[in-house]
């Protein structure tokens, strides 16, 4: 079992930054893929960032891509996502996840974070 505790969400303005933490229970966290998604009121959950085990490996959706960074500190249990050049249809709920498997659907969610910018 993992419990997974997000944090770092507020208000911004449009072109600012935010540093989200995502803080997993056990002492197995560097076997996990982690992840961020997002959702956005009346919309599907959508996938922003992955990470996998060694942290040499990020995948990023093109929507963020070059302005959001994820990364780990497996010694800390906890996964990153730095937020800059941030936009207001960036505003969302974020959540962090963990999988086991390399593939496939997250086993493990946070209870999230919101994130709200301004224009």
């Known amino acids: 079992q993992v419990q997974l505790v997000e944090s770092g969400g507020g208000l911004v303005q449009a072109g600012g930054s935010l540093r989200l933490s995502c803080v997993a229970s056990?002492?197995?966290?560097?076997?996990?893929?982690m992840a961020w998604f997002r959702r956005t009121p009346g919309k599907e959950r959508e996938w922003v960032s992955g990470i996998r085990l060694s942290a040499e490996t990020t995948y990023y959706a093109d929507s963020v891509k070059g302005r959001f960074t994820i990364s780990r500190d497996n010694a800390k249990n906890t996964v990153y996502l730095q937020m800059n050049s941030l936009k207001p249809q960036d505003t969302a709920v974020y959540y962090c996840?963990?999988?086991?498997?390399?593939?496939?659907?997250?086993?493990?969610w946070g209870q999230g974070t919101q994130v709200t910018v301004s224009s």
């Open positions: 056990g002492r197995t966290f560097s076997r996990y893929t």
């Open positions: 996840a963990a999988r086991l498997a390399d593939f496939g659907p997250y086993d493990y």
